[in-house]
Every structure is written in C-alpha cells, then in structure tokens.
T-cell receptor
Framework: GENVEQHPSTLSVQEGDSAVIKCTYS??????FPWYKQELGKRPQLIID?????GEKKDQRIAVTLNKTAKHFSLHITETQPEDSAVYFC?????????????FGKGTHLIIQP | DAGVTQSPTHLIKTRGQQVTLRCSPK?????VSWYQQALGQGPQFIFQ???????QRGNFPDRFSGHQFPNYSSELNVNALLLGDSALYLC????????????FGNGTRLTVT
C-alpha cells in the first residue's frame, strides 16, 4: 500500500517568515494530494489540494508543489501569522481510492513565534 | 448547510465492551469513511462505505465493523474493546466522485479503561 513520510515533525518560525513542509510518497499511481490543518481538539480541515496533472497550486499565502518524478510534494506558507500555528498533515491516494483510502503523514507541528 | 456531524463527542468504555459511533455526512455527499487518530499521529483509514456497502478497508481487525444507511449516515461498531482502541475516531464524507476532497467531522474521543 501507499506510504507517506512527512518532515519535519516540528517546525518553529518567526511570524512573517515562510514555512515549508515536505512529504514523500511511495505509490507512483497516487494522483491526489490534499493537505489538512488540525488545531488542537478540532477536526482536520482541508486547506489546499493538488492533483497529479499539475505541478503547483496557490491559494493566497498557501501553495503546494508536486514533483511526480521524485514522488514528493511540499506545502509552502508565506507571511506566517499566529493563527497558522497548528498540526499540518499531508496525504496521498491512488485512483479509485486504493485499499488504504487516504494515507496520511504523521504530521508537522507548526509553531509561529511572535 | 450542516457539515459532517458525529456523535457522541466523548465516550468512556471498559475493556471488553462494545461501542457504536455515529456519523451524518455533509449534504450532497454519499461516501463515508472512518479514520482512527491516535494521539500525536495522523489519521489511519479504517474503512469506506458507499451505496450501503463497505467498499474499501484498511488494516483493522474484524472487531471493527460498520454500516451505512439509505440516508447515507453511517455507524462504526467496535467489539471487544482493547486499551489500544483509545483514540479520536473521525468520520469523513465526500461527493460521489473518487479522490475528491474529504470533509471531516469533529470526531468522537473514545477512552477505553
């Protein structure tokens, strides 16, 4: 099945700086890559996603890049703000869902220092 | 338009007992998936229901079973509870198209003592 590795596990950045979280996946057939933000005690919320037919997608301060050849994708947050502090999860899924459903990374705890 | 709703929010059970968790999908969604999230970990896929049938299943024992009703709501049942079953159980729903964005509920926090 699919295996998703995510790093770093913890990332501390100064407010206003950029943050980058990286993920690799193992199944070359995977074609959908969402990113979720989970605040303490709350549900994971989809913040951005990308499909394998594009290399980059941007939504205001958030962008995701995908390198299919290297099987890795990254989340970029620019001009970080205190409300960006949360745990971020990357995920991958092959066409048709696969036997493992959506496979998540272990998460990155992003800390925005004031 | 209500999102994904789950009940109960918290539950405490004893080892060996059985538990049923409930989920109502977001309006317009017909696919329901269940995930287990242990503390400090990413969600782990349990199974997915579509058209009242289990379509996909992750690496979970048969103690975990489910059901989907004609109105697309779903239940997750866990028998013979173990201490290791303590986790946040998340329900996610999606539209009738594969690999579409999943919307999660707030989850049910299950504690097994």
């Amino acid at each position: 099945g699919e295996n998703v590795e995510q790093h770093p596990s913890t990332l501390s950045v100064q407010e206003g700086d950029s943050a980058v979280i990286k993920c690799t996946y193992s199944d070359s057939a995977s074609n959908y890559f969402p990113w979720y933000k989970q605040e303490l005690g709350k549900r994971p919320q989809l913040i951005i996603d990308i499909r394998s037919n594009v290399g980059e997608k941007k939504d205001q301060r958030i962008a995701v890049t995908l390198n299919k050849t290297a099987k890795h994708f990254s989340l970029h947050i620019t001009e970080t703000q205190p409300e960006d502090s949360a745990v971020y999860f990357c995920a991958a899924i092959p066409p048709g869902g696969g036997a493992d459903g959506l496979t998540f990374g272990k998460g990155t705890h992003l800390i925005i220092q004031p | 338009d209500a999102g994904v709703t789950q009940s109960p929010t918290h539950l405490i059970k004893t080892r060996g007992q059985q538990v049923t968790l409930r989920c109502s999908p977001k309006s317009g969604h017909d696919t329901v998936s269940w995930y287990q999230q242990a503390l400090g970990q990413g969600p782990q896929f349990i199974f997915q229901y579509y058209e009242e049938e289990e379509r996909q299943r992750g690496n979970f024992p048969d103690r975990f079973s489910g059901h989907q009703f004609p109105n697309y709501s779903s239940e997750l049942n866990v028998n013979a509870l173990l201490l290791g079953d303590s986790a946040l159980y998340l329900c996610a729903s999606g539209p009738p198209r594969t690999n579409s964005p999943l919307h999660f509920g707030n989850g049910t926090r299950l504690t097994v003592t």
